[in-house]
């Protein structure tokens, strides 16, 4: 059984930096397609950033990244520990919502990158953490 569970979030400032972890246990980290979400109230869930990686030999990390958060969001995967991250850097109040991490099960080239963005493309949540960017 695959369970994710997200930390780091916070009350934070504007214009500060915060790193949100996901720890997935039970997922297949031979290969890996996962992303991170957001819900604000009254707001419906949005994709912010995903990744695909993983396979044998030479291989890097494809990312992708929502219009809204490019160049301010950083997302990776530490296959040694299990632990996906989303960097979130130039904090705006914006930024504020419950952030999800999510996995998905259908994980290969074709079908992930030009899904990454719709929850129906995962099978596994966490329970959500929550960023809140105020002065």
């Known amino acids: 059984e695959v369970q994710l569970v997200e930390s780091g979030g916070g009350l934070l400032q504007p214009g500060g930096s915060l790193r949100l972890s996901c720890a997935a246990a039970?997922?297949?980290?031979?290969?890996?397609?996962m992303g991170w979400f957001r819900q604000a109230p009254g707001k419906e869930r949005e994709g912010v950033a995903g990744?695909?990686?993983?396979?044998?030999?030479?291989?890097?990390?494809?990312?992708r990244y929502a219009d809204s958060v490019k160049g301010r969001f950083t997302i990776s995967y530490d296959k040694a520990k299990n632990i996906m991250y989303l960097q979130i850097d130039s904090l705006k109040p914006e930024d504020t919502a419950m952030y999800y991490c999510?996995?998905?099960?259908?994980?290969?080239?074709?079908?992930?990158?030009?899904?990454?963005?719709?929850?129906?493309?995962?099978?596994?949540w966490g329970q959500g953490t929550q960023v809140t960017v105020s002065s």
């Open positions: 039970g997922y297949n980290t031979n290969r890996y397609c």
């Open positions: 999510a996995a998905a099960v259908r994980c290969d080239t074709l079908s992930y990158p030009p899904n990454w963005n719709f929850a129906s493309t995962y099978a596994y």
């Open positions: 990744i695909f990686g993983g396979g044998g030999g030479n291989y890097y990390d494809v990312t």
